[in-house]
Structure formats: C-alpha cells, structure tokens
C-alpha cells in the first residue's frame, strides 16, 4: 500500500516531523517497505489489517499514532447525493446472495471523457496507479481513500441496462480489460446482462463494456462479494490486484455507501447527473463489543495499567468503551476495525499504542523449569548431519500405509491384523497406519528412480503398532538405496557404518534368520540384524525381488529400519 505524503497531509494533521512519523509507524502499526519525499510504502504482507488499505484508515492509524485528528467528517447518510431523490430502479437480479449479500448501481449520464487534472494525477501516481481518463480515475481514487473497489461500465454496451450476478458455467469464457480471453468454472462468479458475460466479479471487468472515449454514461458498480471464492477464483486465474486485496481483507457496508457517494459527487462535479439507483442489500456490519478486563491486561502485558490508561489509548484509536463493572470494560470497535474480535487482540492494541519499547524486562517469578531432555533430538540432528555427508536425502513419507503399498507388500486382511486401523479415516488411502517406514520410502524411492540413476533417502519418524492390544508409538530411522547394482545392499551397509562412526555409536552388523512376516518381504540370503550393546536395534535387508516387482522395480532395492528409542536406551 503505498501512501502519498500529500494526500494524506489534507486527511490528517501531520504534527510532528515526518522522520518521527515513520519511526512510530514502524514501531507501533507495520514496517515500511519504502519512504520517499512522495510516498511511504506500507509492508502489509501477512497482515490482516484491512483498514490500512484505504487512507482514511491509514489517517484514523496515523492521528492515534501523533496524538492528533483527522481532517475529515464521516459521511452520514442523511447526506448522501440520493437522499430524498426519487430516482428509477435500475434492473439487477442477484442468483447468490451468499456470493454477493451487497450490490448497488448507480447510473450517471452526461459524461464526456477527458484526462483527468494534474492533482487527481499526481494523487494516483503517489499511489502507485497510473491515470488513464477521468471516469476510470475517479473509481481509483475513491478506491485508495476508501478501501472500496468500485467499477464503471459503458451503459450504452450492458444490455437493456441490466445486471444480473451468477455463478459461471463450466467452461464459459470471457475477455477482460486485459484483452485476455479467460476459461472459467461454476464456482467462480460472473456479472453478465441478459446477453452476455460483463465481469469476473470482484477481480476485472470485460473488454466488451470498457469506458471509451464515446463512452457519456456509466452504470457504477460498488458491491460486496464473499473473500474465499473470490480469491480462489482471482488465483487460479493469476489475476491478483488492487481491487482484489481489499475484497480479501474484508469490506463493510458503511464505508461502501460512503464510497459510492463520494464517487457520484466526483462524477457531479465535472457535469455528470445521477439519473437512477438500485441498492440490493443481504448485509449487515458486524458489530463487536468485547468484554477488557484490566487484571488480564496487565497480566499479559507486564504492567499495572489503571482504568484511565486503558481508555486514553483505546479512545485514540476511536474504540468506545463504557465500564461493565470495576475494572471491566465493554468495548465497540470502530467499524473500519475488522481485525478486532477478542479481547486479546484490544490487549495488543492498548501494548503497541504504549509503545512495545516502553515495557521494561523482567525477571520471571518462581523457578526455572528444568531443562528438557535432549538426547532425542541431539541424536537426530547429528544422524541427519552425517547422512547429508553420505549423500543421503531427507524426504518425509504420509503416516499412513496407501492401497499400493498394502498391495505390493502382498499383505491380505489376515496380514493387516498387526496394524493399527482407523475407524474414521479421511478416505481408503489412509486407513492404516505405518508399522514400519520403509515401505513408504520404497515406493518414494522407485519412483524417483524413474528421473534418476541412483536414489539414497531418508526418513526419521514415528511408526505406529499394537502391543496387547494397544497403540504403540516408536521413533525410527529408515534408509532406502538403489544403486543399479545387483547387490545394494553393501553400499547401504557402508553408509550405516560410516554414519554411526562419525557419532562414535558402535553398532554390529549379525547374521540373523528371518521370522514371521519378513521371510517373504526381504531376500532369503541378504539380511542382518543391527546391534548395540548386544541388543537388536533394527535390521538391514535387499527386498525380495518379488516384493520389488510389486513396486514396478527394475532395480533391487536395500533398506534399513533401526529403532532410535532403543538406541537411547
């Protein structure tokens, strides 16, 4: 959001030296991106303040911050252009009001097409927007001091002066002002008249009711459309703007109507007459009143805050707050203030307009909590450091056991009896949970193997299994290796050495018969069990190559599993 100097100085008192400003913006609202002689640039990525999209908004922020007012009165509606005016109905017809709970259009004629003045141009530049005539700059310039997107359509283009608001067919298409012809779907919402699609709501306008030069009267659009849908459909289109981040962040019926008077009054002023209106109104401004209690303010800021402090700094940021009882106030939130919801967010407020600078540290009470054991996570780091040395790569598997897996390892419903089910899964794919890690690192490891010559991953993780029937959870360490060689195994060995050497772990590698369910997972003579301290910690195996023709490999294929929590014990 960039914000020019000069407009916002006829918007609010600017009181102190700009250096200062900029320092308390910085401090206490958001970080400045860029300052010039022209403009700040305000950094609102991942902020939620919708208010700051708009320079009334920024003015109401930057007086709180100086301890000064704002220039401006807000627009009641007794003084809207309309007012008392018995003007025609425009047609319009709303398919989904949950999309669009608010629309009005205003038809203005008597327009002519001009470049806009040297103010209104140097206002837009120092936002940021180019000027391109006087009709489509007003509808910007209202956008940037409202925090409104509004839209002109060319009257004489719009079918029998009608608009009608649905959702898209699969498939139909239209071409926007960006002369690009775009393929839409049945959730994205259209603005069209009886014979043709005019707008993707909330995101641009059609080629086909562009305001030209011919262009003498306009149908002006200012609605509320729902934020998802329209940033779903603004995203798989690539097609972000301006407009489409004040959608997102939220609007407010008030500010709306404020909008649409202001433009309409611009328009008035270089000779266009408001001829007609229809207002189609599903919406209702949320209001917020939040119970702050004092005690709680001061616990989680750290100060001893009175009553009166309290409401000094909220009042400066237009709050109104009228005390419930001692030390307990219900405050209303201003309505451009949709960020506001809770009291810990009116917490944040009172902490930051103090000044976060301005709370001292301080020494916890009580004692230190005693520090948490370690080892676990020591030792993962340090294996994943020396099987990054070894070439190996990290990846991260589901939790779950997919169908393919389940079908490769040959595992039928007697099979399946070792492993955990669930009895509320999201779909098939994730109804079991994983007794072991390799399986999954195998299927990840032959497909890779389709782009690559050789694949060396990793995983470290939780498998799940039951003991006496119930769920267990281990930590553990699998490895998967193909080489192309007829013996992956050695290599994988290698690797596990060399890695538990560099940590000064010394494991053994043991002949070990198979038992149970592994005879027919892994080759009959290509085995061995790891151990520690003369305990078994895990095994390093070749895959049967019918198990790994259940993968659709044409390679043989070496895995490891060693339990970590033995290792620590």
């Not at 960039?2 to 609010?12: A, R, T």
């Not at 520690?532 to 790994?548: D, F, N, R, S």
Request: proline share 4%.
């Amino acid at each position: 959001m960039k914000i020019s100097i000069n407009w916002l100085k006829q918007l609010v008192k600017i009181n102190k030296p700009m250096p200062d400003l900029i320092h308390e913006i910085n401090m206490k609202t958001i970080g400045t991106k860029e300052v010039t002689d022209k403009f700040i640039e305000l950094d609102m990525k991942g902020y939620n303040r919708a208010d700051l999209l708009s320079l009334r908004g920024t003015a109401y922020e930057f007086a709180a911050l100086l301890e000064s007012e704002v220039t401006f009165k807000e627009t009641s509606e007794s003084d809207f252009a309309w007012n008392n005016l018995d003007l025609p109905k425009l047609n319009i017809e709303i398919k989904d009001d949950q999309a669009c709970p608010f629309y009005a259009l205003a038809k203005i004629e008597d327009l002519k097409v001009e470049p806009s003045d040297p103010e209104t141009k140097e206002k837009l530049a120092d936002s940021g927007q180019r000027s391109v005539n006087n009709l489509a700059d007003i509808t910007n310039l209202i956008m940037i001091e409202y925090g409104q997107p509004l839209h002109a359509f060319d009257a004489s283009q719009v079918a029998e002066e009608t608009i009608i608001v649905r959702k898209a067919k699969n498939d139909e298409e239209i071409k926007t002002l960006d002369a690009k012809v775009r393929k839409l779907t049945s959730e994205d919402l259209l603005i069209t008249d009886p014979k043709k699609a005019i707008g993707i709501a909330g995101v641009m306008g059609g080629e086909n009711t562009e305001v030209t030069n011919k262009t003498s009267t306009i149908l002006l659009e200012a609605a509320i459309f729902e934020p998802t849908a329209l940033r779903k459909t603004a995203t798989r289109l690539g097609m972000q703007s301006e407009a489409g981040k004040r959608f997102y962040h939220g609007l407010t019926k008030k500010r709306l109507l404020q909008s649409l008077d202001a433009a309409i009054k611009q328009y008035q002023k270089i000779g266009g007459k408001l001829t007609a209106l229809t207002i189609f109104d599903k919406f209702s401004d949320q209001k917020a009143e939040i119970k702050l209690r004092v005690a709680k303010t001061n616990t989680l800021i750290g100060l001893d805050f009175t009553e009166d402090n309290i409401k000094a700094l909220l009042t400066r940021l237009n709050f109104s707050l009228k005390t419930e009882k001692p030390r307990v106030f219900e405050v209303t939130r201003p309505y451009w203030r949709l960020d506001i919801n809770i009291e810990e967010d009116l917490i944040e407020e009172v902490a930051r307009i103090y000044g976060y600078d301005r709370i001292p540290s301080k020494v916890l009470p009580g004692e230190a909590p005693k520090p948490i054991d370690q080892k676990s996570f020591e030792l993962e780091n340090n294996l994943k450091k020396q099987l990054m040395h070894q070439g190996m790569s990290e990846i991260q598997t589901y939790s779950f056991y997919s169908t393919n897996v389940l079908n490769a390892l040959g595992w039928d419903e007697t099979s399946k009896k070792f492993l955990i089910k669930l009895e509320n899964p999201m779909s098939k794919e994730t109804e079991y949970m994983r007794m072991n890690i390799w399986p999954n690192l195998t299927e990840s490891a032959v497909f890779n193997n389709k782009s690559f010559d050789s694949v060396a991953i990793y995983e470290i993780g939780k498998t799940y299994s039951l003991k006496e029937g119930s769920p267990v959870e281990k930590n553990v360490l699998s490895l998967a290796l193909i080489n192309g060689t007829n013996n992956p195994i050695l290599e994988l060995i290698k690797i596990i050495f060399l890695t538990f050497e560099a940590l000064e772990i010394p494991i053994n590698f043991d002949d070990s018969k198979q038992i149970g369910y592994t005879k027919n997972l892994f080759h009959p003579n290509k085995f061995k069990s790891i151990t520690y301290k003369g305990k078994q910690i895990g095994g390093v195996a070749e895959l049967h190559p019918k198990v790994a023709d259940n993968f659709e490999s044409k390679n043989r294929i070496a895995v490891c599993e060693i339990d970590l929590e033995k290792l620590l014990s």
